[in-house]
């Protein structure tokens, strides 16, 4: 009988140091690498560097950011599509890797609803809808009623064709049943100059941008693209407010994986993105930068990757946008 119980007890025991071998290691156990898909410096790498520090202070692991630009934002998102789903490997996304590149570029190695796992939203960046001062327009509807008038007469200013302030214009003139005229230059300084220059009449500018450019007396702003009044800019109505029919256009951060991530590991990734982002001190720093704080789920910044899909594709379908050779 004692014979039996030491032969139960060792098998037993071997049993308890297999389940242990088995069971994985909390994540992260080792560095994580960030993905940026643009050079250092942008809005996207800022977004990224100032989550990535927090989220590595959360996980007492490093999060290493590695800006790899190229190819519309592509080039980077596709070394995420292809990386294990161990969530070791991240990528910073926004519109131009997840939406706008992939549909001007469909030669991409990668298609963000199936081969990305959308993990959690960071922030964004309110757009505004900005008219130089001399302009004398005061509301949307000043705006429309001169469109209409004089079709063609007013120019908007982007950073080039199919970049998301083209695209975003071309969603305002749908909206509005306007045509203007687009004048492309190389950047988002460029047209933010010209516009403040007199040389444009109009351009859809980053609110933190515009904002110094309104104080001095040289902008004037219409109305704000997002989904709801800025945190910065509270008096400033939305798009929406003043009885346009159109989708919130904003520049929005967040955090893709590769597909086939273990839905567990998801929701770990994301709850910490968000106790990251709840944080004072990061919430703080988001907004002095000019972006507005979000918290959702893995579903929530999924179905806001789709509806900028469907929208975006409506409009690169219906103005012929092509993406600059």
Do not use: C
């Not at 009988?1 to 069971?23: D, E, F, I, P």
């Not at 007396?217 to 704000?224: E, T, V």
Request: proline content about 8%.
């Amino acid at each position: 009988m004692n014979r039996l119980r030491m032969t139960l007890a060792a098998a037993l025991g071997l049993a308890g140091g297999s389940l242990l071998a088995q069971t994985p290691a909390p994540f992260p156990a080792k560095q994580v690498r960030l993905i940026v898909p643009f050079a250092p410096g942008g809005a996207n790498d800022i977004v990224a560097r100032l989550v990535g520090a927090r989220l590595g202070e959360l996980w007492a692991q490093p999060v290493l950011i590695e800006n790899r630009p190229g190819a519309g934002a592509t080039l980077g998102m596709e070394q995420v599509a292809r990386a294990a789903p161990d969530g070791y490997t991240l990528g910073a996304g926004n519109q131009s890797s997840l939406v706008i590149g992939p549909l001007l570029n469909p030669k991409v190695g990668y298609d963000p609803q199936r081969d990305l796992t959308a993990i959690g939203s960071t922030s964004s960046t309110p757009y505004v809808v900005a008219v130089n001062a001399r302009v004398p327009m005061r509301s949307v509807a000043d705006l429309v009623r001169v469109a209409k008038a004089k079709p063609g007469f007013l120019a908007y200013g982007t950073a080039g064709s199919g970049t998301i302030s083209h695209i975003a214009t071309e969603l305002l003139l749908e909206a509005t049943g306007t045509r203007m005229l687009h004048v492309p230059y190389k950047g988002a300084g460029p047209y933010l100059t010209a516009l403040i220059a007199g040389e444009i009449d109009l351009a859809l500018v980053a609110l933190s941008a515009a904002e110094p450019f309104v104080r001095n007396g040289q902008l004037r702003l219409l109305a704000s693209t997002g989904a709801r009044r800025a945190e910065t800019a509270p008096d400033l109505p939305t798009l929406a407010e003043t009885g346009l029919r159109i989708a919130p256009i904003e520049g929005r951060y967040g955090i893709v994986g590769p597909a086939a991530m273990p839905r567990d590991l998801v929701a770990r990734i994301n709850a910490s993105i968000g106790a990251a982002v709840k944080s004072p001190e990061l919430r703080q720093r988001l907004l002095s930068q000019g972006f507005e704080p979000i918290i959702d789920r893995p579903e929530q910044y999924a179905a806001a990757i789709r509806a900028e899909i469907e929208s975006i594709t409506r409009v690169i379908r219906s103005s012929g946008i092509k993406a600059e050779q």
